[in-house]
């Protein structure tokens, strides 16, 4: 469950339910699902030892939660369209691997190429990315260097959501 501070107010603009209806519904749910997936395949990534803090999973959460000020209409809505949902922001259930959350970050790629302003899918592949380097940051809190399937996983999410 999201903490009041991080529930965006409010929950469903008009805006934001004009801009969810541009996109086909599966559509849609893809591009509010990949945050929460980007942030467990970069939790899975870490070494079991700095995987399972309660600053991780905050960190994730709160760069999530964090698109909401973001200057994009797109990236706003996603975000009030997550915080709306009755469990908050979360995976889908089961947890997809690194290469299946890689393949949702290329459909929402394609999805943002078709459907949104150039601007606004630039601004969504940006936050989608920044959710995994807070994710890292917050697990490599004490200095030490990102582990490394982390920092390919990074990579390979740059590459995609470039």
Known sequence: MPR????????????????ARSFPPDQWRTLMRLPAEVMIATINAL??????????????????????GFDSDLVRAVVAAIYAEPEGPQAAEPA??????????????????????????????????????RVCAAADANGDPIAAPAQGLLDELAAVLS
């Open 4 to 19: 009041a501070s991080s529930t965006p107010q409010p929950a469903r603009s008009r805006a934001a339910q004009r801009i």
């Open 47 to 68: 070494p079991s030892d700095r995987r399972r803090t309660v600053p991780v999973g905050l960190a994730g959460l709160d760069a999530i939660a964090a698109g909401r």
């Open 96 to 133: 997809l691997d690194q290469q299946q959350v890689l393949a949702e970050c290329r459909r929402a790629a394609a999805i943002l190429r078709e459907y949104a302003d150039p601007g606004d899918a630039a601004v969504y592949r940006h936050w989608a990315r920044q959710v995994a380097v």
